[in-house]
């Protein structure tokens, strides 16, 4: 055991630590002896005096050693050949109490800092010596009685008060502190609770020791000694840990998880006496939990919801609300649960959220929303992985839609009504590697921890390696934390941050704690991250969450997805405007895995649970409880949107020479390829369209283009002359001059000279 004068003169104890809200409201409290350190001003005098006239009253005579007493007690130790009294000063206690609570790492420092022998007592009498020469009094009695427990998990004079009478230090009145003052002794033994009478008689010797060194007087003594003990009808002690912050558990849990991650473990936390100010916003965390527990019951075996809310923002991401529909506690029978739901891998994946993805890949790479895509019942697809729909053959992926849709729909109405077929064909394309990257970069950031997949493989590794075309459809467990970042990411204009719980960390003396935070990220172009969010708002306008909004009277701007997986064994719902972000996760989150129903949510045997349902209404509901989540908005619908990066790339090839066409798109990495089609009035050599081969257009892909071969229409036959309102005849054709014939050489030669002459 380590510890020097230089400890003791510090005189830091152990502390509580306070985690608060976002308005700096306690919600929970961390500690290893609940101990709050208070000034010497703000401790009753008369508690002084108590603890002076019980435990040394040569106090303020003695040099921290009462030699008289010490010569005392050595004489009787001898006699009694060991060591049976201690004759200790306030100073020495202070010393083996810093050793005993301070300093002491395991159980044996703590023996040694109370073993009863002669080379202890006497290092405790030389760094009491010290002490007083390096304190004043006052400042060693305010150390002493911040330090001493008190019983029933009361460390310090200030804890103690709040336990015993729920008033401070300072307010404590005589007979308060002449009790508190006995129970140094032993406080256990005479803890008022269990051993009342032990406790008052004890409370009446100092009251009586505080006559005998003159700080009261008899009559005064004499009248408290007949007064009850007056305590609490129980102690009012302190929660320790995110149990104290009931349906917020969860959020308090994931800051200490983040906080230690950040360097700040919780041991230190337990004893730091730090203020953790968190980002938690009451008012979201409320009207979440209610949504929760509203549409999923806590006690329903087998399922659970959660949330979390986010903000977004270009610098920071503060997380607004964090709970489940799971009450947080320890009591399994109850349905409760102390397990990081909201913030770990859990469920069977957020199904066709997903597909946001494939859409962002297919947008970066060119793609506009009016863009037209096939929709067929069925496709098989070779390369993509294997099995899905029934009589797939081997080595083919195949899919099939939930339902009937036209052969053809934009790039934003597939979004809209979800078909599976169309975003199979899509990551085809598009390709899986670049879709699961895009995950990654939006927000999915766990599915590139090592070992994630299979302990070896992470779940991007994996998804790559054996390039599953399934993964645009989402069947992959999922963090709600960052499902609902990735909504936060886009409405960012695709810039990633962090999730952040954490306001501020101020240590015990008012200075600010340093984290380390990761930089905020642009992931995507902000041209893409507006465009997918202006093609996701048509889902609740039009698409699979259109029922749920009108019904829950949504009226606000929002880019939204649903998501279901195979056989409705979990299903989400992310929305999102410029002022908030959530994804409502429903999942089993029992032992046994099985399809869910709605109304009300459950396990069931056949499945009717869709993100369209429970986990849309559960945004709604939170959402219309938040003014800021009403008022959010959406970037504004620009044409470009509609038409695509790539398609305004070619477009812009249109009426360039066929070497500008070329070069311009090669630089931007397309082939090119030509043919000579009719002029149609467009000099030759120039282009006339520009046209993506197969009609739509990915990286390094084929562009034609229609190169005029210098023709003209041919001029339309004018009509026969008539009479006119005035009743004169127009002249005949006849009477007309004659017109000299122009044949198609005499165009081409003259075309031909003009190009010329203008060095084209």
């Known amino acids: 055991m380590e510890s020097n004068l230089a400890d003791l003169t510090d005189g830091t104890a152990p ?3 306070t985690i608060t809200d976002s308005t700096g409201e306690p919600m929970a409290w961390v500690f290893d002896q609940r101990r709050h350190e208070v000034d010497g001003d703000e401790i009753s005098q008369h508690m002084k005096d108590a603890i002076v006239a019980i435990e040394d009253h040569r106090f303020y005579e003695h040099d921290g050693v009462d030699m008289q007493g010490t010569a005392r007690a050595m004489l009787t130790n001898v006699l009694a050949g060991g060591v049976e009294q201690g004759a200790s000063t306030l100073n020495q206690q202070y010393v083996k109490n810093f050793l005993l609570l301070v300093a002491a790492d395991d159980d044996a420092e703590r023996a040694a800092a109370v073993e009863q022998s002669v080379p202890r007592k006497l290092r405790e009498m030389r760094m009491a010596s010290d002490l007083d020469q390096n304190l004043s009094k006052d400042e060693i009695l305010t150390r002493y009685l911040n330090l001493v427990p008190f019983g029933n998990h009361a460390y310090g004079i200030e804890a103690a008060a709040r336990t015993y009478f729920g008033i401070s230090a300072a307010e404590l009145n005589v007979p308060q502190s002449a009790m508190l003052a006995g129970m140094v002794q032993s406080s256990e033994a005479l803890n008022p609770y269990t051993n009342p009478e032990g406790a008052t008689e004890r409370r009446n010797t100092v009251l009586q020791s505080m006559v005998t060194v003159g700080y009261i007087d008899q ?20 929660p320790n840990g995110c149990i104290a912050a009931d349906n917020s558990g969860f959020f308090c849990d994931y800051a200490l998880t983040y906080l230690d991650s950040k360097g700040l473990s919780r041991e230190e936390l337990s004893t730091g006496g730090y203020t953790v100010t968190t980002t938690l916003d009451p008012q979201v965390q409320q009207a979440a939990h209610q949504a929760a527990v509203s549409h999923v019951n806590p006690d329903q075996p087998g399922v659970a919801e959660v949330i979390n809310v986010i903000e977004p923002g270009q610098d920071s991401r503060d997380i607004l609300a964090m709970t489940s529909s799971r009450d947080y506690g320890l009591n399994l029978e109850e349905g409760e649960t102390m397990l990081p739901q909201p913030s770990s891998m859990v469920g069977n994946g957020a199904g066709s959220i997903f597909k946001i993805f494939t859409a962002a890949v297919a947008i970066d790479q060119g793609m506009g929303l009016d863009t037209m895509l096939d929709v067929p019942a069925r496709y098989e697809a070779r390369g993509l992985g294997s099995g899905g729909a029934a009589n797939c053959p081997a080595n083919t992926y195949c899919v099939e839609n939930a339902g009937t849709y036209a052969p053809r729909m934009t790039l934003a109405e597939a ?11 899509l990551i085809e394309e598009v390709g899986v590697d670049a879709v699961v990257d895009m995950s990654v970069a939006l927000g999915l950031r766990s599915y590139e921890v090592p070992g994630s997949h299979d302990g070896e493989r992470s779940i991007a590794e994996y998804m790559k390696e054996a390039n599953l075309g399934s993964y645009t459809l989402g069947p992959t467990a999922v963090n709600p934390l960052e499902l609902s970042n990735v909504g936060a990411t886009i409405a960012s204009g695709g810039r ?5 719980p954490i306001e501020s960390v101020v240590d015990r003396e008012g200075n600010e704690v340093f984290l380390e935070r990761p930089a905020c990220e642009d992931v995507v172009d902000t041209d893409v991250a507006n465009a997918l969010s202006v093609g996701m708002a048509g889902d609740i306008e039009y698409g699979t969450a259109a029922a749920a909004a009108g019904a829950m009277g949504w009226s606000g701007e929002l880019a939204a997805k649903t998501g279901t997986t195979e056989s409705n064994q979990s299903s989400a719902f992310l929305a999102f405007n410029s002022n908030i972000s959530a994804a409502p996760y ?3 989150d029992g032992t046994n895995t099985t399809p869910l129903c709605t109304s009300p949510v459950r396990q069931c045997s056949t499945g009717s649970l869709y993100g369209g349902l429970e986990p849309a209404r559960s945004w709604f509901a939170m959402a219309n409880q938040l003014p800021e989540a009403r008022q959010g908005t959406l970037p504004q619908d620009d044409p470009r949107y509609g038409q695509g990066a790539a398609q305004q790339t070619v477009s812009s090839a249109t009426g360039l020479t066929e070497a500008e066409a070329r070069r311009l798109l090669e630089d931007q990495g397309y082939q090119v390829t030509t043919r000579t089609v009719a002029g149609n009035g467009t000099p030759r050599g120039h282009v006339l369209r520009a046209l993506p081969e197969g009609g739509t257009l990915g990286p390094g892909g084929m562009v034609i283009l229609e190169v005029s071969d210098g023709t003209r229409p041919a001029p339309e036959p004018q009509p026969e002359a008539g009479r006119g309102n005035g009743g004169e005849s127009a002249p005949s054709r006849q009477d007309s001059p004659a017109r000299p014939q122009i044949t198609q050489d005499d165009i081409d030669q003259f075309t031909n000279r003009l190009l010329d002459a203008f060095g084209l």
């Open 15 to 17: 502390g509580v630590t």
């Open 219 to 238: 009559a005064t003594a004499d009248a408290h000694k007949q007064e009850p003990l007056g305590v609490l009808d129980l102690p009012a002690t302190l």
């Open 415 to 425: 979004l809209a009504h979800s078909p599976n077929t169309t975003f199979v064909q």
């Open 496 to 500: 990633w941050c962090e999730p952040n």
């Open 586 to 588: 429903i999942y089993n």
